[in-house]
C-alpha cells in the first residue's frame, strides 16, 4: 500500500518570517513479540506489539525560521551530539521529497531523555518519533491540518523501526498481519480500543543490570538474522505468537500473555547467541533475576513475568493491582542484582504528549 503523503505535502514558498517553536515527548516502548530480522525499506521480517511506557521518553525542541536554505543543528542535553544529529539529517535528507519545505527552513532541534543516560535503555524510538512528532507540528503550521497519528508512525518507522510503535497509546502493532485489519508493514496500529483493562495500566519495572552501551546495535542485530539459519522458522512463529497475544489481549489471559512475553524475550537473545558473529547480551544478574522471577511466580502465583529488549537489563511485567507486592519483592531481593541498585519503576503510557 502505497501513502499519498507526498502529494499533500506543503510544496509552496514558505512566507517570510515564519518561525516558531514547537515541542513534544514521546515515549519508549517495550515490545512483547519482537521486531528483529527487517528487508526492504525498514520492512519487518514478522509483525510486531508493544506497550508504550511513560517515564522513559524524550522531549524534543524544535526552534525553526525560515531562511535561504536547509539548515539544521541539534543538541543532547544541552551538548552538540554530531553523530545522532546526523542521524536526523540523514532521515530529513532522504525524506525530503515528503517535506520539501525543510529546504526553506533552519532548524535547530534540542533532545533531552527523562531515563539516565547510563540505564541503557534503547532511546532510537522515542527520540526519533518525538522528533518526527515536531516534524508534522510545524508542516501542520503551513497546512492547517491535526497531526495525523498513523502518518506519524510512517514516518517514525523510517528514522526507526520501533519508533514506528511509539506514537500511540498503551499498545500498538506494527507488521502486516490477517488477524489484525488495518495492520501494515507501513506503519504501526493502535490496539488500545482492543485490549482488557488489565493491560491498560500495566506495570513495567526496569531493572538496571548494566549501563553499558550496546555490545551490538540493533541495525547489525537485524542484519545478522540474514545469515541466520532458524531465521525462517522464527518469523513463522513470531506470526502465530501475534495471533494468540491478541486473543489473549482482548481476553486478558495472563497466562498466555506471560507464556509467549517470556518465550519470546528468550527467543531474541538465542537468535543472537546463533548468529554469526554471535552475542551473549545477557549477563549472570540478568539469568539470577530470571529465575527469581520464575520462582516468585511460582510461590505466590502473582502474574509477574519478565521480557529483554537487545541487552542485559530486565523489563518487569504485572498488573497494577500486584504492584506493592512485586515492588517489595524488587527492593528485597532484586536490587542486588542492578547496577548500582538501579532501576526504573514505569507503567504503560498515553503516548506522545505536547509541550509547546
Ligand atoms: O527499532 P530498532 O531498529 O532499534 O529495533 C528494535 C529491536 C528490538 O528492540 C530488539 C525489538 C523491538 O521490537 O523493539
Not at 65 to 78: A, D, H, I, V, Y
Not at 200 to 216: D, F, H, P, Q, W
Request: proline share 4%; aromatic share 10%; hydrophobic share 40%.
Amino acid at each position: 500500500m502505497e501513502n499519498n503523503w507526498s502529494n499533500e505535502a506543503f510544496k509552496g514558498e514558505v512566507a517570510s518570517g515564519f518561525h516558531g517553536k514547537v515541542g513534544w515527548a514521546s515515549p519508549s516502548n517495550i515490545a512483547l513479540v519482537k521486531y528483529w530480522g527487517k528487508k526492504g525499506k525498514q520492512i519487518p521480517q514478522n509483525p510486531s506489539i508493544s506497550f508504550a511506557l511513560s517515564e522513559c521518553r524524550t522531549e524534543t525542541f524544535v526552534t525553526f525560521e525560515k531562511s535561504g536554505s536547509f539548515g539544521f543543528s541539534f543538541f543532547f542535553e544541552g551538548q552538540k551530539e554530531p553523530a545522532f544529529g546526523a542521524k536526523i539529517e540523514k532521515f530529513l535528507v532522504e525524506n525530503q521529497a515528503f517535506f520539501p519545505f525543510i529546504n526553506q527552513l533552519h532548524l535547530k532541534v534540542e533532545s533531552r531523555n527523562t531515563f539516565p543516560h547510563s540505564s541503557g535503555i534503547a532511546s532510537s524510538a522515542s527520540s526519533m518519533s518525538a522528533f518526527v512528532m515536531c516534524l508534522l507540528d510545524i508542516e501542520n503550521q503551513l497546512i492547517g491540518k491535526d497531526i495525523d497519528l498513523q502518518k506519524a508512525s510512517y514516518f517514525s518507522r523510517l528514522a526507526s523501526g520501533s519508533a514506528a510503535r511509539s506514537v500511540y497509546p498503551k499498545m500498538a502493532l506494527w507488521g502486516a498481519t490477517n488477524c489484525y485489519k488495518g495492520s501494515s508493514d507501513e506503519f504501526a496500529v493502535s490496539l488500545e480500543n482492543d485490549i482488557h483493562p488489565v493491560f491498560k495500566t500495566y506495570r513495567n519495572s526496569i531493572l538496571i543490570v548494566s549501563g553499558e552501551t550496546k555490545a551490538v546495535s540493533s541495525r547489525a542485530g537485524h542484519a545478522l538474522m540474514e545469515g541466520n539459519p532458524y531465521a525462517s522458522a522464527r518469523y513463522a512463529q513470531a506470526y502465530d505468537k501475534i495471533k494468540s497475544l491478541l486473543t489473549a489481549l482482548q481476553s486478558g489471559d495472563l497466562d498466555t500473555f506471560i507464556n509467549i512475553t517470556e518465550s519470546e524475550a528468550l527467543q531474541l537473545h538465542a537468535l543472537m547467541m546463533c548468529s554469526n558473529p554471535s552475542f551473549i547480551l545477557m549477563k549472570p544478574n540478568t539469568l539470577q533475576i530470571i529465575e527469581a522471577v520464575r520462582d516468585f511466580r511460582n510461590e505466590t502465583q502473582i502474574p509477574l513475568c519478565f521480557t529483554l529488549d537487545a541487552g542485559p537489563n530486565v523489563h518487569l511485567l504485572y498488573p497494577e493491582n500486584e504492584a506493592e507486592k512485586v515492588e517489595n519483592f524488587i527492593r528485597n531481593e532484586l536490587v542486588t542484582c542492578c547496577n548500582q541498585g538501579c532501576w526504573i519503576a514505569d507503567h504503560v503510557g498515553d503516548g506522545p504528549q505536547k509541550l509547546l
